[in-house]
Nanobody, 125 residues
Framework: VQLQACGGGLVQAGGSLRLSCVVS????????MAWFRQAPGEERKFLAG????????YYTDSVNGRFAISRDDGKNTVYLQMNSLKPEDTAVYYC???????????????????WGQGTEVTVSS
């Protein structure tokens, strides 16, 4: 199973980016997916998650209302639309997939077995 994240880059504050994470080696149907991020000098932290049905989405408080996670099972891809970006959103962003068919999203990175390589987002002020 491999996860390939892309879409990062340099953007001015207030701008938008859309990250994509394409999964190969396993259909993502029936699996929840999540995004984490790691800011410079900090630990990797939960950012957003979506259940396997796509009906429930969860976000960390700092991005709620600005970011939106979605999935396209036909393309085996999960997305993260990021709007109203702030300099504090600067980080490396990782997509994650668990090996188990969990019913609810975990904010603990230990629940996830497969990780993308990370895509870097830099927001300038």
């Amino acid at each position: 199973v491999q996860l390939q994240a892309c879409g990062g880059g340099l953007v001015q504050a207030g701008g938008s980016l859309r990250l994509s994470c394409v999964v190969s080696g396993r259909p993502i149907t029936s699996y929840l997916m999540a995004w984490f991020r790691q800011a410079p000098g900090e630990e990797r932290k939960f950012l957003a998650g979506i259940t396997w049905t796509g009906n429930q989405r969860y976000y960390t408080d700092s991005v709620n209302g600005r970011f939106a996670i979605s999935r396209d099972d036909g393309k085996n891809t999960v997305y993260l639309q990021m709007n109203s970006l702030k300099p504090e959103d600067t980080a490396v962003y990782y997509c994650a997939l668990p090996n188990e068919r969990y019913a609810s999203v975990s904010r603990d990175e230990r629940a996830y077995d497969y990780w993308g390589q990370g895509t870097e987002v830099t927001v300038s002020s």
